[in-house]
C-alpha cells in the first residue's frame, strides 16, 4: 500500500481514493485535447498564412504586366502598381530593374546619329547646367548641325577633299568679333572632325583652319550672350593670330560639338571656362573680357554691346 501511495503521490498529488484518481485522469484528458486542439489551430494557422503569402506572392508577380499603363515604356514614366508591405523590398529592386531595361529598350531604338545627337545633348547638360543662363533656350531645339547646307554644296565637296575635312559637324554664318574694334563681321564657320574653318560666306575662300588639337580651352560668361572665345595653343599660328571671338545664337551647340571633336582629336576633353572675366590672346596682346550684365530678357533675343577700351574688351549683355 505504501509503493501504490508513493507511486501516486509523486506528482505531488495527495491520494484522496479512486474516484478522486479517476478526476484527475478526465482533468489531465480534457487538458490534453485542448493543448491538442490549439496545436492543431496553430498548424493550420500557419499552413493558411504560407498559402496566403505565396499567392500573395504569386498574385502581384503575375498581374504586374496587367497592372501597367500603357505608355509606361517611357523611360520618364514613373508609374509602378502598389505591392503588399513584405513585398517593399522586392517591389522597389523589380521597379528598378525595369527602369533599366526601358532605357535599354528606348537607347537601342535610336539609330547611331541619333545615339550622336543625344550624346552631344548629354555633354551639353554636363557643361552648362546651372552654369550659363542660356543653356535653358537650347534644351528643347535640336542640334541641326548643318544650317546652311554646306554638305550638298558643290564647290564645298570638291575643297573639301583637299584639306580633309568631308565630314561637317556644324556649319553656320555667325558674327565674328573683331579685335580692334569689337564690331561684329558676319562669317561662315564650319566644324569639321579636324579642324575649325573660318570661310567667306560668298566665295567660301577659306580664311583660317585651325586643326582641332590646337585649341585647348573655350571660354563664356555665365549670362544669356552667345559669346564665346575660343583659345588657341602658342604655336606658330597661335602666336601670330590668337584667339577668336564668336557670336551666334547657337553658342551651347557650338561648344558642345567643339568640345566632343577636340576630345576624339586628342583624348582628352578642352577646358570649358565660365565667368564674368578672362583673359584672351590677340596675337601679341594680352586682351580682359569684361562680362556686365545689363537686364537682357531671356524673352527677346538681342545681341551684346562690344566695346575695346585699351586692353579690356566690355561685353554688356
Not at 94 to 112: E, G, M, P, T, V
Request: with cysteine; glycine share 4%; hydrophobic share 40%.
Amino acid at each position: 500500500m505504501g509503493c501504490i501511495f508513493i507511486k501516486e503521490c509523486r506528482f505531488s498529488i495527495p491520494f484522496k481514493g479512486r474516484r478522486h484518481l479517476w478526476s484527475l485522469y478526465r482533468s489531465a484528458r480534457k487538458e490534453y485535447t485542448v493543448m491538442k486542439y490549439k496545436r492543431q489551430v496553430n498548424w493550420a494557422v500557419d499552413v493558411i498564412s504560407r498559402y496566403y503569402r505565396h499567392w500573395k506572392i504569386r498574385h502581384f508577380l503575375l498581374t504586374i504586366p496587367m497592372r501597367l499603363p500603357p505608355n509606361t515604356l517611357s523611360p520618364l514614366s514613373s508609374e509602378w502598381p502598389t505591392s503588399p508591405k513584405f513585398l517593399a523590398e522586392t517591389s522597389r529592386l523589380l521597379r528598378a530593374i525595369y527602369h533599366r531595361w526601358k532605357c535599354y529598350i528606348y537607347r537601342n531604338s535610336f539609330d547611331q546619329t541619333s545615339r550622336n545627337r543625344m550624346r552631344e545633348k548629354v555633354t551639353a547638360s554636363i557643361i552648362f547646367k546651372d552654369r550659363k543662363a542660356s543653356y535653358s533656350r537650347s534644351v528643347g531645339h535640336p542640334f541641326v548641325g548643318d544650317y546652311v547646307r554646306l554638305r550638298h554644296n558643290q564647290q564645298w565637296k570638291k575643297m573639301c577633299v583637299e584639306t580633309n575635312d568631308q565630314y561637317v559637324v556644324f556649319a553656320d554664318i555667325i558674327n565674328k568679333i573683331t579685335r580692334s574694334s569689337g564690331k561684329l563681321v558676319p562669317i561662315l564657320l564650319v566644324l569639321s572632325t579636324s579642324a575649325l574653318l573660318l570661310l567667306d560666306q560668298r566665295t567660301l575662300q577659306i580664311k583660317y583652319r585651325v586643326p582641332a588639337s590646337e585649341i585647348y580651352r573655350m571660354s563664356l560668361s555665365p549670362y544669356l550672350d552667345d559669346v564665346a572665345v575660343f583659345h588657341v595653343k602658342a604655336s606658330d599660328f597661335g602666336r601670330k593670330k590668337g584667339d577668336f571671338v564668336f557670336q551666334t545664337g547657337h553658342v551651347i551647340e557650338i561648344v558642345t560639338k567643339m568640345f566632343l571633336v577636340i576630345q576624339n582629336a586628342t583624348g582628352k576633353p578642352p577646358e570649358i571656362h565660365i565667368s564674368t572675366e578672362f583673359e584672351a590672346n590677340f596675337g601679341q596682346q594680352t586682351i580682359i573680357f569684361s562680362f556686365k550684365y545689363g537686364g537682357m530678357s531671356d524673352l527677346v533675343q538681342s545681341q551684346p554691346k562690344v566695346t575695346r577700351k585699351a586692353n579690356r574688351m566690355e561685353i554688356t549683355v
